[in-house]
C-alpha cells in the first residue's frame, strides 16, 4: 500500500490498508482516528468521530522525509474543514485534550509567524505578504475556535479576529500609510524592471543570441525554414503552420475561439482564443508573433 492511498483511506475512513512506508495510521478506542509519520512521536492529522469532517492537521514539518508524508496527507484530506495546529497531533490528542502549554505554545508561534510575515512585506521588493498574513490570522482564528481559546488572543491578531477584519482592513491595522505606499512602489519598480529584462531577453532571442526565454508568453523566430519557439521547440511543418496561423486570424477577426483538439507535431493544440493567441502544449503563443511569422513567410 503507497503513501497515497494510505492518506486517502484515513480521510475515507477505510477499515483497511492502515500501513504504508513509514506512514500509517490507527483507530482509536473513542472513534477518533490519527495517522503518524514513522512513529507515535510525530502524529501529523487527526480525525475526531468517524462522520466528522472536520481534521486537525499539524503545520510542523520535523524533517524532509516526514514533510512528504504531510503532502500525502493534506492531499487527502484538502477537502475537509482543516483546524491547521502548529504542533505535531499528539501534542493535542494524547491526553485526550490539549495542555495549556500546548495551546499557550500554538498561540505563540502564530503570533510570532505573523509577526515575522508583516516585517517581510515591509522589506519585500517582489512579492507582498499581505495574503500570508490574513491566511495565518484566519487558521489562528480557526484554532481559537476549535480549542475555545480565543479568549486568550492578544494583540493585532485579537483585534483582527474579533472585529472580523478582511484583508484590506488587516493591511491597515499591520501598517501605517507611509509603509502601505512605499510596499506598492517597490512592487511597481520591480515590475518596471522585470519588464526591461524580460523586452532585453526577447530581443536577444529574436536576434539568435539565447535559445530559450522563461517567460509566460512564448515568442517565435524564422531561421531559414524552421520556426523556433522561445522554448526550444523547432517546427519545420510550414504548411501545417500555416492552416494554424489562417485559424488565428479567423478568431482574432471573429472574436470567436477555435476549441477543437488538433495533433501538431507530437502535441495537441488546446485551443485558440477569441483574441488569436494560441495555446498548445506548454506553449502561449499571442497572435502578434504568429502575424509577425506569417508576414516574413509572405502569407500576408
Known sequence: MNNSQVSHNFAHNSQTGLNGSNLFYEHNANGSRTIYSY????????????????????????????????????????????????????????????????????LEWFERQISETASKHINARKYSYLDSIYSLIKKLETFANAFKCKHLLTGKARKAIYNGYNREQVQSLYFNPYQIEAHKQRIRNEQERQRKRE???????????????????????????????????KYTNLDEAKVLF???????????????????????????????????????????ETENIAKELKWI
Open 39 to 106: 512513529g507515535h512521536h510525530f502524529g501529523i492529522a487527526h480525525i475526531p468521530t468517524p462522520e466528522s469532517e472536520t481534521v486537525y492537521f499539524t503545520m510542523d514539518n520535523y524533517s524532509n522525509t516526514t514533510a512528504k508524508h504531510i503532502n500525502h496527507v493534506w492531499r487527502a484530506i484538502s477537502h475537509m474543514d482543516i483546524v491547521y495546529c502548529p504542533l505535531d497531533i499528539t501534542e493535542y490528542f494524547t491526553y485526550g485534550k490539549p495542555t495549556k502549554r500546548a495551546i499557550k505554545d500554538s
Open 199 to 233: 523586452a532585453n531577453a526577447i530581443k536577444e532571442f529574436k536576434a539568435f543570441e539565447c535559445n530559450y526565454l522563461n517567460t509566460n508568453a512564448t515568442y517565435l523566430r524564422l531561421n531559414g525554414e524552421t520556426i523556433e519557439t522561445s522554448k526550444g521547440i
Open 246 to 288: 489562417s485559424i488565428a486570424q479567423t478568431c482574432k477577426q471573429m472574436g470567436k475561439p477555435f476549441e477543437k483538439h488538433l495533433r501538431v507535431m507530437q502535441y495537441t493544440l488546446n485551443k485558440v482564443t477569441e483574441n488569436g493567441t494560441i495555446k498548445i502544449g506548454c506553449h502561449t503563443i499571442p497572435y502578434k
